[in-house]
C-alpha cells in the first residue's frame, strides 16, 4: 500500500476552499430527483443532466472531486470524452460509490446493513482502471427509543472497515460514510449520542482491520435536532454538539470529514459548514460532500430543458461558491444575493 499518495489524493480532495460534488445517485434516486422536475429517467436524460453538472465553467475553482455513480463512470460528454476524462482535465479528482445499498438487516425491526462486499476487489480494480482515485460506502441508522441498536452500529462498522481496506489495497481513499439519519422529532442530544456511538465503533474496526487513518476521509451527518422537532437547535448550537462530539471521536490523522447534507435546505448546510470553519483551525479539514445542497437549486432551474443549461449551471456554481466561502467561515447569507444572474 502506498500511504503516501493514499494521503495526497485525501489532501486533494479536502484542498483549502474546495470540497466534494456527490452526483452518485443509484437509478432510483435520480429518478426520483428527476420526476421532481417532470422529467422521465432515461439513460440520455440521467447522462445529459450529469454533462450539465460536469462541465460548469469553473466548478473547479470549489469542487476538488466528483463521487460517480457505475453508470456514471461509463458514460460520456457529447463530445464523446468519458466523464472522468472531462472532470480530470479540469483538475477535478474522479471517485465512484461502491456500496449496492442499504437492505433490511435480518432479525431487525426497520433497521439496515449495507451490502456490496462480494467482488467488490475485482469492482475497485475496474474502477481505478475507469479513471476513479477514490471511493464511498455509505451506512445508514436511524434515531429511535431502541435505535441504532448495537448489532446494527457493528455490523455496518465491521462492513465499513471491509471495504475502506480493500480501497486502500487497490490504491483507492475510502470515504467512509456512516449516516445517522437525520428524520424525525429527536433532540440534538439524542442525535449526538447515536452519532458518537457509531463514530466510536467505526474507528475500532477501522483501526482493527489495518486502516492508516492518513489515508482515508471521513464523511458524517451533522448533528442535528430532527427534521421534525418542535424545537430545533440553532446553527451556533449545531456547530458547537457536533465538533464537540467529533473532538471526541474522529483520530487526528484523518485529513478531513466531509458533511453530508441530508436533507438539509442548501443554505442551513452552508451555514452550519461555515459555523464549524469560523470556530477553527480545527485537526482535520472541515468540508462538504453534498449532494442535493449542491444540485437543488440546479435541478429546478434545468427542468430538463437545453435552454436552460446555463441557467442551471449558474445555480450549482453559485451552490459550490456558497460552500467554498464555508470551508473558510467567510460565508455570510446576503452573498445569497450576488449570483445568479437572471
Ligand atoms: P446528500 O448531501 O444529498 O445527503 O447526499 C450525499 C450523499 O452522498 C449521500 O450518500
Known amino acids: 500500500m502506498d500511504v503516501q499518495q493514499l494521503q495526497s489524493t485525501a489532501q486533494a480532495l479536502v484542498a483549502e476552499g474546495k470540497g466534494i460534488l456527490a452526483a452518485d445517485e443509484s437509478t432510483g434516486t435520480i429518478k426520483k430527483r428527476l420526476d421532481s422536475i417532470g422529467v422521465e429517467s432515461t439513460e440520455e436524460t440521467r447522462r445529459a443532466y450529469r454533462e450539465l453538472l460536469f462541465t460548469t465553467e469553473g466548478a ?19 463530445d464523446g470524452t468519458p466523464f472522468p476524462e472531462v472532470l480530470a482535465s479540469k483538475g ?14 435480518a432479525l431487525t425491526d426497520g433497521e439496515t446493513i449495507t451490502e456490496g462486499l462480494d467482488g467488490l476487489r475485482g469492482r475497485l480494480e475496474e ?23 448495537e448489532y446494527c452500529v457493528w455490523t455496518n462498522a465491521h462492513a465499513l472497515a471491509r471495504y475502506a481496506a480493500l480501497c486502500q489495497e487497490a490504491g483507492l481513499v475510502p470515504i467512509v460514510e456512516p449516516e445517522v439519519l437525520q428524520d424525525g422529532t429527536h433532540t440534538i442530544a439524542e442525535s449526538r449520542k447515536a452519532t458518537g456511538r457509531v463514530l466510536q465503533a467505526v474507528y475500532t474496526e477501522l483501526h482493527d482491520q489495518r486502516l ?3 489515508g482515508t ?20 448550537e449545531v456547530a458547537e454538539v457536533t465538533l464537540e462530539c467529533f473532538y471526541k471521536h474522529v483520530p487526528a490523522a484523518v485529513p478531513g470529514i466531509v458533511f453530508l447534507s441530508g436533507g438539509q435546505s442548501d443554505e442551513d448546510a452552508t451555514a452550519h459548514l461555515n459555523a464549524m470553519n469560523a470556530r477553527g483551525p480545527h485537526p482535520w479539514q472541515l468540508s462538504f460532500s453534498y449532494g442535493r445542497a449542491l444540485q437543488a437549486p440546479a435541478l429546478k ?8 443549461v446555463e441557467a442551471a449551471q449558474r445555480a450549482y456554481y453559485h451552490r459550490a461558491k456558497m460552500n467554498g466561502a464555508a ?12 449570483a445568479v444572474p437572471a
Request: glycine share 10%; hydrophobic share 35%; charged share 30%.
Open 127 to 149: 474502477y481505478r482502471g475507469l479513471g476513479a482515485r477514490f471511493a464511498k460506502w455509505r451506512a445508514t441508522y436511524s434515531i429511535a427509543a431502541d435505535k441504532p441498536s
Open 327 to 338: 470551508r473558510t467561515g467567510m460565508y455570510a447569507p446576503e452573498m445569497e444575493k450576488e
Open 217 to 236: 476521509l471521513l464523511k458524517p451527518n451533522m448533528v442535528l435536532s430532527g427534521y421534525d422537532a418542535s424545537d430545533r437547535a440553532s446553527a451556533d
Open 60 to 78: 473547479e475553482e470549489f469542487i476538488s472531486g466528483v463521487i460517480l455513480y457505475d453508470e456514471t463512470i461509463r458514460q460520456s460528454a457529447s
Open 301 to 308: 432551474a434545468w427542468g430538463g430543458k437545453e435552454e436552460n
Open 92 to 105: 477535478i479528482i474522479p471517485g465512484i460509490k461502491v456500496d449496492t445499498g442499504a437492505k433490511p438487516l
Open 212 to 214: 492508516d487513518f492518513r
